[in-house]
């Protein structure tokens, strides 16, 4: 007999539901089970209106890349790859990645990172600090500030470029320090106070260099005392012979140390009485706090010649009309002259450097004038005469240079291939492989079938290291010497390498250390209310011996090819992206050049920038001087 079950004294009835609500509660506890294991849907997963309209324009069946990566809640977790802070940069042809790896050298990026795209770079330096002290009391005339702050903006940007990471302290710092309530009780004048705070903000950022910001380095990277400063171990408290209190040196114990002597000194312990001799004290060699330590407790370096001091002794000495205008009245004026003399001089001194000019480097030259115009207009620029208040003048540091002459203008060249030379400086362009095979093989597109049939691999590196390294080397050992070229400890030094699809230089400025030439002159003139001597542009580099020149209906070919070329690589469009990696994997070294070239370029901009964030609301900040990204007469067109 079946048993009758209940609900409250009422009998129940079971009976199984119709097959059609099983199918329903089926689907729904499917639907709940998956999105408890696997969670809801990104929107990452989910096909663009551009994916479907190009898969029912050209229809194909996926490939295993094609395939998303699908969860597996059952098996082992793993993680994701770390991924180094600030590796990458935006770009219109994918995102520019990078690995910073001792294994950089290595030809081929992808055998490290087993990523196609990802670059592997020399592991990123670390730039020591360098500090100036740059303090305002009270209200100051709005041009006066703009003018301190492009002098100390051209001190940022000289020390930035030889490998330093300037900073600028105030008496925000030294407020910080213990000593400074002592220091604000000595009622001290007002030069010998400042001079004071200025030790005490270096202290609170626990030492490295102090400089003032008016001491800049012109000399080459490979100066001794420029190598020294940069590897942050100063093992004395010491300054530099002959630039009184421009530049000094030490840990932070040492200056500490020093602090508390000086505080402590006789003559501070009656600042009023003793006036006139602590006034006497900061115009001898050193400075007030060298001569309150005395000479046992400070080093002095007397071999030094790589860093110039535009004191007001030396600006009085040496460059009279200068000094004229720093007067009260036109002393704004005076200091935007003074940034421009010193702009000269330090572009001056990269011209002194390498006496043997500028070369262009320019592979496969029959094909590739459009290509060139960035590079050689760089150039141009380089061998400039730089616009001078003062142009038979010479840095403080180099009384015997000699100043540049319009009319034998430092020497610029055109080379099929990179040759070697300290005393040259090299500017080197690097196509994408299709880039190169558009030009090189006057074609508007490419195809598969044409690279198999006609082009021939890795033409470009092939070319542009045929004299450095000959014809017996293969594209392994032509990668592994051109990323030396590129990113070799000295090697940022001496060259410059491009991509040619990025026409952009922002950030040459911050390259070289000097403001390159924004104004030419037919004759050498005096330019504008500035009063400055304005040169001739140099005229365009000769044609490599043995190639004809093409005429300017085929340049303006290249031109648009060039334009074409761009276009493709920045293309959405299934089949051109199809095409462009089909371009690469037939010249994979020249693929992997211009890939090690282009991230390089943009991890020094990021390097910069992500600097340039960080201290932007300090004084020589490009906002604070009201100037934009150096290189003036470039735009970012491409971000490539």
């Known amino acids: 007999m079946p048993i009758q079950r209940t609900f ?3 009998p129940v009835t079971l009976r199984m539901p119709p097959r059609r609500f099983q199918l329903l509660f089926a689907v729904a506890a ?5 999105l408890v294991l696997l969670g809801p849907p990104s929107s990452t997963d989910l096909p663009t209106y551009d994916y479907l309209r190009e898969a029912v324009k050209n229809p194909h069946l996926p490939t295993v890349d094609d395939l998303p990566n699908v969860p597996r809640p059952f098996g082992p977790a793993t993680h994701k790859p770390p991924v180094q802070p600030n590796s990458t940069a935006a770009s219109s042809y994918r995102a520019i990645e990078w690995l910073g790896d001792f294994k950089w050298r290595n030809p081929f990026s992808s055998a490290l990172t087993l990523d196609e795209n990802r670059a592997v770079l020399p592991p990123l330096k670390e730039r020591p600090p360098i500090y100036t002290f740059y303090d305002v009391k009270g209200k100051q005339d709005k041009a006066l500030s703009a003018a301190e702050n492009r002098l100390i903006l051209a001190w940022r940007r000289a020390w930035w470029a030889q490998g330093f990471k300037p900073q600028v302290l105030s008496s925000a710092e030294a407020m910080e320090h213990p000593q400074f309530r002592i220091v604000q009780q000595l009622k001290l004048d007002a030069k010998t106070e400042s001079e004071m705070l200025k030790w005490l903000a270096w202290s609170h950022v626990k030492g490295g260099v102090l400089a003032n910001w008016l001491a800049l380095p012109m000399a080459r990277s490979d100066n001794p005392m420029l190598a ?5 171990e100063y093992p004395t408290l010491s300054r530099i012979e002959g630039l009184q209190n421009g530049v000094f040196f030490g840990d932070a114990t040492a200056v500490d140390a020093a602090i508390k002597e000086a505080v402590h000194n006789h003559l501070l312990k009656n600042t009023t009485a003793n006036a006139d001799k602590i006034a006497e004290l900061g115009k001898k060699e050193g400075g007030v706090m060298v001569n309150l330590l005395g000479s046992a407790n400070i080093a002095v370096d007397k071999k030094a010649n790589g860093i110039a001091y535009y004191s007001t002794e030396t600006i009085v000495k040496l460059y009279k009309s200068v000094a004229d205008k720093l007067g009260n ?12 003399l010193i702009n000269s001089h330090v572009h001056l001194t990269f011209q002194e450097n390498y006496p043997e000019g500028v070369t262009v480097v320019k592979p496969l030259p029959e094909h590739t004038t459009a290509l060139m115009y960035e590079a050689i207009d760089i150039a141009r620029n380089l061998t400039q005469c730089p616009a001078s208040p003062l142009p ?12 540049c002459d319009s009319a034998k203008t430092k020497k610029l060249q055109l080379l099929p291939s990179f040759k070697t030379s300290s005393s040259t400086y090299t500017i080197g362009t690097v196509p994408h492989p299709y880039t190169l095979n558009s030009l090189h093989y006057t074609r508007d597109t490419l195809d598969a079938n044409f690279l198999v049939r006609n082009a021939e691999h890795d033409l470009w590196i092939n070319a542009a290291t045929k004299d450095f390294l000959g014809d017996k080397h293969g594209p392994e050992s032509r990668l592994m010497h051109f990323k030396e070229l590129v990113a070799a400890e000295q090697s940022p030094a001496n060259t410059l390498w491009l991509t040619a699809e990025r026409v952009t230089q922002a950030d040459l400025d911050w390259v070289f250390g000097f403001a390159l030439p924004q104004h030419a002159s037919e004759n050498t003139a005096a330019y504008g209310k500035s009063e400055l001597t304005v040169f001739p542009r140099p005229p365009l580099p000769p044609p490599i011996p043995g190639v004809e020149v093409p ?14 070329a761009r276009e493709a690589l920045r293309s959405k469009e299934r089949r051109m992206r199809e095409v462009v990696d089909a371009v690469e ?4 070294a020249d693929t992997e050049a211009w890939k090690f070239a282009r991230a390089f370029s943009a991890r020094r901009r990021v390097e910069r920038k992500k600097w340039e964030v960080e201290e932007e609301t300090f004084a020589g900040s490009e906002r604070k001087a009201g100037v934009g990204g150096g290189g003036g007469r470039w735009t970012d067109k491409f971000r490539i």
């Open 30 to 34: 499917l639907i709940t089970a998956s």
């Open 228 to 232: 020294f400063l940069r590897r942050n």
């Open 585 to 588: 994997k037939w010249s994979l």
């Open 8 to 10: 409250f004294g009422q």
């Open 392 to 403: 038979k003048s010479c840095p403080p540091n180099r009384q015997k240079c000699k100043p």
């Open 329 to 340: 009245t036109t002393q704004a004026e005076g200091l935007d002259t003074l940034a421009n």
């Open 551 to 564: 005429e300017e209906r085929w340049i303006k070919n290249e031109e648009e090819r060039l334009k074409k």
